[in-house]
C-alpha cells in the first residue's frame, strides 16, 4: 500500500487546465480535492510505492498541469524493503 | 484498526495535508518564525510518533514530518508549519524516508588485512586511527562536508585546529560553494546572503546564473509557480549555457558560452553608467570600487579604485562586444540592463553552481553582487544577489563553523593572531595552540594524500566523514585513483553505503544517518534547523560526532597533549545539567546526554563575534529553524533577521543609515564594487578535444547517488548515467540514442550511453553528463583548475571528444 497527498499546480490557461481535470478525474487511483486556486488537492492510493513514484512522474507531464509536489507519503507496508 | 478503515485513515490525512498546502500560499511574509509545533499524535493509525527534521537532501532546508513505527521511519510528510515549504516537499523529499533502508547499509568497521576488508571492532579501529594520528598529527588530515551535522562539523574543527594545531581539514562544500564565500567577503566583507527565500515572494524578476531551480531545488522554484497561479506577473530570465527544465518556464532564454557569463554582468554595468541609469543615490552612500592588482595576481580583497577608473574599464564592454564574447545577442544584453535600470522593480538574482564551480567563481559571483549594488537592487525584499547551495549544512556547518582549512569557527581565521586569541580562549587553550598557517584546501590536500611521502606528499591520511570523494572530487586519475597500491597512504572513511571512496579505504567506519542521529543544519537562507534522533542506526553504526570524539578520547588516554585544554581536562569534557562529566566517548552513554546542545551552547560563544547570532539549543527545538542573526529581545525572546544590512529589520545596522554595510572591509560602511575583466576559460575546445563538457545533477539523484541509487523508484527512474548530446553533434558521430560513446579528455575517460535532446537540450558543439553514476566516473574526465581565490574547481566546463564504441 503507498499512499500519497500531493499537490498538483493547474495551468492558468482555462482550456489546459480544463483539460488536465478532465483526465485527472478519470484516473481511479486519484482521489481530488476541493481546489484552492490554481492549485488541486489530490491523493494516489497505488500497490506500492513503484507505482506511486510512476503515477507522480505521470502527473506532472499532464497538460495543463505545470507542477506536481508532495505534502505527505505514508509507505509502511514496504520500508525496509528498499534494495541496493 | 481492520486494513480497509486504517487505509481509509490513512487516506483522510493524507488529503487533509494536501488540502492544507494547496491552500497555503508559500510566501511567508505572514509566517516569520512560525512555531514548530509537533504535529497531534494521530490517533488511530497505530501508534505512530512523529516528530520534525530537516529534508536530509539539498540546501532549500524544508522541513518534514517524520512517522515513525516500530523503530522504522514509515511516512513522511512536509511541516506545514515551516516558512520554508509549507507542507510542500520535491519527489527527493519524498523519498528522504527510503534512504535509511538500502539493503547494503555498512553496519560494522572493516579494516583492510591483505588487501580484503575484515570486520573488526570499534575499539580496535579507535585505536587504529589514534595510531594514524600519533604516526604524525602535522600529517593526518580530516575531509569533511556540507552533510556534516553542525556539531559533527564543530567536533572535528576543535579537535584539528584546537587538538592537533593542524588546519588541513576542509570539507567537500569547498567544491560547491567556496566561490560565493569569498566573493561576500570580497563584497561585504562578511560571508552569507543578506536576503532570503521571502525575496523570491516579492521579486518582480527572478534572474538565473546558470542556476536550474526547477529540478535542484524545487521548492524555492514552486514559490514562483505558485505565484504566477495566482496571476501574478513574475518575469523569469534564464541565463544558462543548456536549456533545462527552469528554462521552460522563462520568459527569456539566454544562452551564453562558457564564461560568457563575465562579459554578460560587465555588458549590464556598461549600460548603466554609459546611460546613466546606475542608482547614483545609492552608490555614492554604500559603495566603493575595487580591482585586482593586476590579472595575473588577483587576490581576496584587491585594491581600491575610483569611480572614473571603473567606468573607463567597463568602456570595452558593449552589448555588441559582449555578444561576441558570449553569444547572447546585444538586444538581450540591453534587456538586462533595462531591467536593473528600473528603480520600480525589484530583481533577485540566484544562483549555484554554475557560477561557484567556475575558474573565475570569485569573480562572476562579485560581478553579480556588482550590478545589484550599482543599480541599487539591494536591501530591499526582492530585491537581492542571492546564492543558494547544494547540501543541506553547506552554509551551517563549513561556513558558519569555519570547517575550512584557514578559518575558524564564527568567522574568524588562523592567520590572524586576534582571531586565535579568541578561539583559545574560548576552547580554554594554552596561548599559541592554533597553528597560524591555513591548511590545505581540498585539491591540495588530495594531491599531497596521493603524492609518495618522497616527493613530498606529506599528508599520509585522510579521515573522510560523510562525503564520497572517490566520485566527486575532479580530475579523479591525479586526485584519487593514485592512491590505490601506495603502502604510506590510509584512508578512513566514515559511510553509510560501500561507495566509490570506500572502495580504496584502508579503515571503513559505519554511519549513522539522518534521524537515526541529533542533528543541526544551517540551510541557505541562514537558518539553523534542529532535530532529534527517532530510530536505531544499524548494526554497530554510531554517530560521526561519537567517532571523532572517540578518537580524540583515545589520544587523551595515551596523553597526547593536544587533547587537553590548558587545565589538562579532555577537550570534550561533556558535562550534564548537574555540571556531571559524562563518558560520552562511551558509546554506551553518548546519549546520556545531549552531546549535540553542548557543542552548540560552546559554539555559541563564537557566533556573536561576527554578527552571525545564533540562539540557545532550546529555541531550535521549538522552531522549525532561525535565521541569523538571532537576536535577543527586551522581553527576553529570540528575534531572527530575513534581511541584513537593512535598517528596516537588522538590530545591528545603525540607526538613520538605511543600509549599513558594518562588516566592510574599507571599514565605512561600504560594500564593495568590483571590476573583473572577462578572460577566456584555461581549456577550451579545439581539433583535438573539440566539444565543451558540461557535468551537473538530475532531479532523480542527488549528489553522487550514495542514498538516493538505494531508493528502487529513483534508481529505476534515473538507472544509469549518460551524456546529453545535441542532434547536431549526435548526425556527425554518427550515434542514436542509447549507443555508447567514449568521453574522453586530457585526464581521462569514461564509456557511457548517449540520450540526444534529453532532459535538457545541449547546444551543438557542447555536452553534459551528470554525476550521479559511480559505475560511469565523468570525474575521471574533468578538469580540477580552480579559481584562484576560492580553490573551488570547475566542473561546469572542460574540453573533451566523443567517439563512438
Known amino acids: 500500500m503507498a499512499i500519497s497527498g500531493l499537490v498538483l499546480t493547474l495551468s492558468n490557461d482555462d482550456t489546459d487546465r480544463a483539460a488536465a481535470l478532465a483526465v485527472l478525474s478519470n484516473m481511479t487511483c486519484l482521489e481530488l480535492g476541493e481546489r484552492a486556486g490554481n492549485r488541486l488537492p489530490v491523493v494516489a492510493d497505488t500497490p506500492d510505492r513503484r507505482a506511486d513514484r510512476d503515477l507522480f512522474e505521470r502527473l506532472g507531464r499532464i497538460t495543463g498541469v505545470t507542477f506536481a509536489e508532495v505534502a505527505y507519503v505514508w509507505f509502511d507496508t514496504d520500508a525496509g524493503a528498499a534494495a541496493a | ?805
Open chain 2, 1 to 805: 484498526m481492520t486494513d480497509f478503515s486504517r487505509r481509509s485513515f490513512i487516506k483522510a490525512t493524507a488529503m487533509a495535508a494536501a488540502t492544507a498546502a494547496a491552500a497555503t500560499h508559500l510566501s511567508e511574509s505572514e509566517a516569520v518564525a512560525a512555531p514548530a509545533t509537533r504535529p497531534a499524535p494521530a490517533g488511530g493509525d497505530g501508534g505512530v510518533a512523529w516528530n520534525k527534521a530537516p529534508c536530509r537532501f539539498c540546501g532549500t532546508g524544508c522541513h518534514v514530518d517524520v512517522a515513525v513505527k516500530g523503530g522504522k521511519v514509515v511516512g513522511v510528510r512536509g511541516s506545514r508549519n515551516a516558512a520554508v515549504n509549507k507542507g510542500l516537499l520535491c519527489v527527493k523529499g519524498y523519498h528522504v524516508g527510503s534512504i535509511l533502508y538500502g539493503r547494503d547499509r555498512l553496519t560494522t568497521p572493516l579494516l583492510r588485512v591483505n588487501g580484503k576488508l575484515t570486520p573488526i571492532s570499534w575499539d580496535k579501529a579507535i585505536d587504529v586511527m589514534a595510531d594514524r594520528v600519533e604516526l604524525d598529527p602535522k600529517g593526518f588530515a580530516f575531509y569533511g562536508s556540507g552533510q556534516w551535522t553542525i556539531p559533527e562539523g564543530y567536533a572535528a574543527q576543535k579537535f584539528m585546529k584546537g587538538g592537533l594545531s593542524n588546519n588541513h581539514i576542509d570539507p567537500n562544500a569547498r567544491l560547491c560553494m567556496a566561490s560565493a564565500v569569498t566573493a561576500f567577503l570580497g563584497v561585504y566583507g562578511v560571508d552569507e546572503p543578506a536576503g532570503c527565500y521571502q525575496d523570491l515572494d516579492e521579486a518582480d524578476t527572478i534572474i538565473l546564473w546558470g542556476n536550474n531551480p526547477a529540478e535542484m531545488h524545487p521548492i524555492l522554484f514552486s514559490r514562483i509557480i505558485d505565484r504566477r497561479s495566482r496571476g501574478e506577473k513574475v518575469e523569469l530570465i534564464d541565463l544558462t549555457t543548456r536549456r533545462t527544465r527552469s528554462s521552460d518556464h522563462a520568459d527569456h532564454v539566454m544562452i551564453f558560452k562558457p564564461h560568457g557569463d563575465l562579459a554578460i554582468a560587465n555588458g549590464i554595468a556598461h549600460l548603466l553608467l554609459k546611460e546613466g541609469t546606475y542608482d547614483k543615490e545609492f552608490v555614492a552612500k554604500h559603495c566603493n570600487f575595487r580591482e585586482n592588482p593586476s590579472l595575473k595576481k588577483k587576490s581576496l580583497f584587491g585594491k581600491p579604485m575610483t569611480f572614473e577608473a571603473y567606468k573607463k574599464e567597463l568602456e570595452a564592454y558593449t552589448p555588441e562586444k559582449v555578444e561576441e564574447l558570449s553569444g547572447v545577442p546585444a538586444a538581450q544584453i540591453r534587456l538586462l540592463a533595462k531591467r536593473f535600470a528600473d528603480p520600480k522593480i525589484k530583481i533577485t538574482s540566484l544562483w549555484c553552481m554554475g557560477m561557484n564551480q567556475h575558474t573565475r567563481g570569485t569573480a562572476i559571483n562579485t560581478l553579480v553582487h556588482g550590478i545589484h549594488l550599482l543599480s541599487g537592487h539591494f536591501g530591499k525584499p526582492g530585491d537581492a544577489p542571492t546564492s543558494l547551495t547544494g547540501q543541506p549544512s553547506a552554509c551551517g556547518t563549513a561556513r558558519e563553523v569555519g570547517t575550512l582549512a584557514h578559518a575558524l569557527p564564527g568567522g574568524r581565521i588562523v592567520k590572524l593572531k586576534p582571531h586565535r586569541d579568541q578561539c583559545e580562549k574560548l576552547w580554554n587553550l594554552p596561548s599559541g595552540r592554533i597553528n597560524p598557517k591555513p591548511g590545505y584546501h581540498t585539491v591540495k590536500m588530495w594531491e599531497q594524500f596521493t603524492k609518495e611521502k618522497a616527493k613530498g606528499g606529506d599528508v599520509h591520511t585522510i579521515y573522510v566523514q560523510v562525503t564520497n570523494p572517490g566520485q566527486s572530487l575532479p580530475n579523479l586519475n591525479h586526485l584519487f585513483n593514485d592512491k590505490e597500491g601506495m603502502k604510506d597512504k590510509f584512508l578512513i572513511v566514515s559511510e553509510v553505503y560501500p561507495t566509490a571512496t570506500t572502495r580504496l579505504a584502508d579503515l571503513v567506519l559505519p554511519a549513522a544517518l539522518w534521524v537515526e542521529k541529533n542533528g543541526v543544519f544551517g540551510n541557505s537562507e541562514r537558518r539553523t534547523q534542529q532535530w532529534f534522533k527517532m530510530v536505531e542506526p544499524p548494526g554497530q553504526a554510531r554517530d560521526d560526532c561519537w567517532q571523532t570524539i572517540a578518537m580524540a578520547k583515545r589520544l587523551y588516554d595515551r596523553g597526547f597533549a593536544g587533547m587537553r585544554d590548558k587545565d589538562g581536562k579532555f577537550l570534550f569534557d561533556v558535562k550534564d545539567d548537574k555540571g556531571k562529566s559524562v563518558p560520552v566517548w562511551d558509546w554506551n552513554h553518548y546519549y546520556d546526554v545531549n552531546v549535540d546542545k553542548w557543542l552548540h551552547e560552546e559554539y555559541r560563544g563564537f557566533t556573536t563575534m561576527k554578527h552571525k547570532d545564533i540562539a540557545p539549543y532550546d529555541e531550535y527545538v521549538k522552531a522549525h529553524g532561525l535565521r541569523w542573526p538571532v537576536v535577543k529581545q527586551k522581553d527576553g525572546s529570540w528575534r531572527e533577521t530575513r534581511f541584513r544590512f537593512s535598517e528596516f529589520d537588522d538590530s545591528y545596522v545603525k540607526k538613520g543609515s538605511g543600509i549599513d554595510f558594518y562588516h566592510s572591509k574599507t571599514k565605512d560602511g561600504k560594500a564593495q564594487i568590483w571590476f573583473q575583466p572577462y578572460e577566456p576559460p584555461p581549456e577550451m575546445p579545439d581539433k583535438d578535444y573539440p566539444l565543451w563538457l558540461c557535468t551537473g545533477r538530475v532531479l532523480e539523484h542527488w549528489h553522487t547517488g550514495t542514498m538516493t541509487m538505494r531508493v528502487p523508484e529513483l534508481r529505476r527512474a534515473m538507472p544509469h548515467s549518460y551524456v546529453e548530446l545535441n542532434p547536431v553533434d549526435a548526425r556527425k558521430l554518427g550515434v542514436n540514442n542509447g549507443d555508447k560513446v567514449k568521453i574522453e579528455s586530457r585526464r581521462g575517460s569514461v564509456v557511457m550511453p548517449v540520450w540526444i535532446d534529453g532532459r535538457s537540450k545541449t547546444v551543438a558543439g557542447s555536452v553534459f553528463v551528470p554525476f550521479f553514476d559511480e559505475r560511469l566516473l565523468i570525474n575521471n574526465v574533468t578538469l580540477h583548475l580552480f579559481c584562484p581565490i576560492s580553490k573551488e574547481p570547475d566542473y561546469k566546463k572542460c574540453a573533451v571528444r566523443l567517439s563512438k564504441v
